[in-house]
């Protein structure tokens, strides 16, 4: 079993051709839901009162929900908006209401799960969560531009605690101070991250781990609607498939990297959660398969 702790979210997202107003969204939700096709994964969240019933049931649909705790208050919310090339994304507005002062506790069958991610959560909380794990194999964490302008050195902390950091290109440079990536991946692996793997959006990643560099395409896509969450699906999917193999072997980690690029591929071309949603296993095997065809030299 993979356990997932981060937020869930009802996110207003504003793109150019359309606005979405308090959809089901957050790090953990995209990141739960995109594992969820690979292996069976809890959910360690809040929610408010005011969160709807129906997306409880599509959480309950796809996800173990023994740690999702529902508080009196109202639910994090968070508000964005896309450029035209839907390449920049300003936050207009995060509110973080019940998330503020979460005290997380991790249910006691979840304890026994190998596989932890956490997603872009205050790392001190982090931090606390990791230790309540009876034997994890593997961990992996996230973070964003938010935690490392105001926690930086519990950010550094958290790197050291867990045995991967997924970030995004420009979110490596503002946390290493460094401008060439390999040298960010270099620094958070003396940190003590023993994998690195930093996300670049449409372009793919990179994974680092020793002195391997491995390079993935982005799937190549010619209609992307809204990228919100692909970074969290490519994570989710990620470890997802590393927790169906129950392995850990470099071979493995490459070939979840491209699981990762898959499954972020789907979250953008729909709105919200739906690319996730209307996948088969089929449909990943697919586009596995084209992937393998377009990077095949």
Known sequence: MLTVFGSTALDTIRTPKKILKDVLGGAATFAAISASNFVDTGLIAVVGK?????????????????????????????????????????????????????KPTVPQEYKKSQFVYLANNDPDQNLMLIKEFD??????????????????????????????????????????????LIKCAKKMMEWGAKYVIIKKGEHGSMM?????????????????????????????????????????????IKKAVVYGNVLGSFAVERYGLDGLLQISKTDIMKRVKLYEKMIRF
């Open 50 to 102: 005011d969160f709807p019933e129906r997306y409880h049931q599509i959480l309950a649909k796809h996800l173990d929900l023994q740690g999702l705790t529902i508080k009196d208050g109202k639910t994090f919310r968070y508000d964005g908006s896309y450029d035209k090339t839907l390449s920049t994304r300003e936050t207009l507005k995060t509110e973080l209401n019940v998330l503020a002062d979460f």
């Open 208 to 252: 680092f781990f020793d002195d391997v560099v491995f390079p993935s395409a982005g799937f190549s896509l010619e209609d992307v609607v809204d990228p919100t969450g692909a970074g969290d699906s490519f994570a989710g999917a990620m470890i997802g498939y590393l927790a169906s193999k129950n392995s850990v072997r470099l071979s493995e």
């Open 135 to 180: 034997k994890v194999k593997f961990s992996m964490c996230d973070t964003i531009e938010f935690w490392i302008s105001t926690k930086r050195e519990s950010v550094i902390k958290m790197i050291k605690a867990v045995d991967a950091v997924v970030i995004n290109d420009e979110e490596a440079k503002l946390l290493t101070k460094e401008f060439n």
